[in-house]
């Protein structure tokens, strides 16, 4: 129990880290390059992240299935090594081969010089997933904590040093996707010693395969909810203005980020305390539950109370979003929260059916609702509550139709 309290400590610190360096990356690169080139890096940096988060996936499973074994005592080669490799090779080849598809619109006026950047980028965030996952099964908070840092820091000091020099954007670019896998060489060289040999996984080369298509199929949904959001709203927003659109996804985004970004950086890490404690996982589950809805109720009426003037600080200008959105914004941030959770919790179960369609279910509900012919902020709003409590229904159904056996595991525990 110690050792789970004290890897929540250190992923929460080393994610805050990471989180103000990525900022200040942002930050770092706007004023060096001017808006109209950052429009380009910021579409560069909206690609990547979009399959990196599509590929967390892969960590969730990876997750899930590692155990710790002694050394010498695994008699085939590392399964997770092989099946690292695989992908990385697979995210790459795709990426290239099907760049003609789609990099005239989506890379305008740069074109294939970014392409390359991305694959490499890509392709080590598949060797990264893999070894996060690993140590994650394992437990090394430590060494998680340093990964977790360790490439932004790297980012952040490449391009502050580039963009003395150059303000080129595929130079950026590049300078982006290296610390990728540099914080691999990194990390590697600093932990072989007490890793190798140290792990194994719970299933074969094709279930490994399935379970992560499934997992990386609830990622995709998961982004869809989450850094795919503003995308989908430019795409339902056409008759708005830019004004009154732009100032609803900087709305949404500075709202929805503190549970959100702060619950999935701690999925991998429920999935291992789901895992380890299971004939209490239910109520381990209650807990975070409560945890986030008591958050989310302190948010939400702070942002009734405080949040337009806040927000006119902020931006510096009259905002036209009222605080009962921006409570709406907030409570729809504790429902996907949750649903991170009792994803961790369907993942940890191996119910990697039931884990995918909550989130595919939420995916689509958002959709769906979203070009519903109704006032614009209304259907924002209506969306961005629907749709994860869409995804709940299915994790929760699921829940509530085994909790039979669940408590029947609760006594024998009580028992012993």
């Known amino acids: 129990m110690t050792r789970l309290r004290n890897g929540f400590s250190v992923i929460i610190g080393a994610t805050v880290v990471a989180g103000i360096v990525g900022y200040l990356v942002t930050l770092l690169v ?8 950052y429009a380009l890096y910021a579409v560069f940096w909206a690609a990547l992240y979009l399959i990196i988060g599509a590929l967390s996936g892969i ?29 990385a090779l697979v995210v790459f080849v795709v990426i290239v081969g099907t760049a003609p598809l789609w990099v005239g619109s989506v890379f305008r006026d740069v074109g294939w ?70 914080s691999i060489v990194i990390l590697w060289a600093v932990i072989r010693r007490r890793f190798v040999g140290r ?37 339902v927003s056409h008759s708005e203005s830019s004004d009154r659109v732009g100032e609803l996804i900087f709305t949404i985004t500075l709202t929805r980020a503190p549970l959100i970004v702060t619950v999935m950086s701690l999925q991998s890490y429920f999935v291992v305390k789901f895992r380890e404690r299971a004939k209490q996982a239910s109520r381990l589950l209650l807990s975070v539950i409560g945890i986030v809805a008591a958050a989310t109720v302190v948010l939400a009426a702070l942002g009734w109370w405080l949040g337009p003037a806040v927000f006119e600080w902020v931006s510096g200008r ?6 009962g959105l921006i409570a709406i914004l907030v409570a729809s941030s504790g429902l996907v929260a949750v649903l991170c959770a009792t994803a961790a919790a369907m993942l940890a179960r191996s119910q990697h059916f039931v884990y995918s369609m909550g989130w595919v279910v939420a995916a689509l509900a958002t959709i769906v609702v979203l070009v519903l012919p109704m006032e614009f902020l209304p259907r924002v709003a209506l969306a961005l509550v629907v749709g994860p409590a869409a ?13 039979r056996s669940t ?9 012993r």
């Open 30 to 37: 706007y004023r060096g390059v001017g808006p109209s080139s």
């Open 59 to 87: 960590q969730q499973e990876v997750t899930r299935a590692t155990r710790e074994i002694e050394p010498g005592t695994r008699l085939h080669a590392s399964p997770a090594r092989n099946f690292a490799v695989a992908m």
């Open 113 to 182: 010089p970014l392409v390359f950047p991305l694959a490499v980028a890509a392709a080590s965030y598949a060797l990264v997933a893999v070894l996060a996952g690993s140590l994650f099964g394992l437990s090394r908070w430590g060494s998680l904590a340093f990964m977790i840092v360790v490439d932004p820091i790297l980012r952040l000091a490449f391009l502050g040093i580039g963009l003395l020099f150059t303000d080129d954007l595929v130079v950026l670019a590049w300078l982006t996707a290296l610390p990728f896998p540099l």
């Open 199 to 235: 792990t194994d996984l719970d299933v074969g080369p094709k279930a490994l395969v399935w379970n992560s298509a499934r997992t990386v199929l609830a990622a995709t949904a998961t982004g869809v909810l989450v850094s795919g959001f503003p995308l989908l709203l430019g795409l």
């Open 318 to 323: 009259p905002v036209m979003i009222d605080g």
């Open 391 to 403: 995804g709940l229904v299915v994790h929760v159904t699921w829940l509530l139709a085994n909790r």
């Open 407 to 415: 408590a029947v595991e609760l006594e024998g525990e009580v028992a």
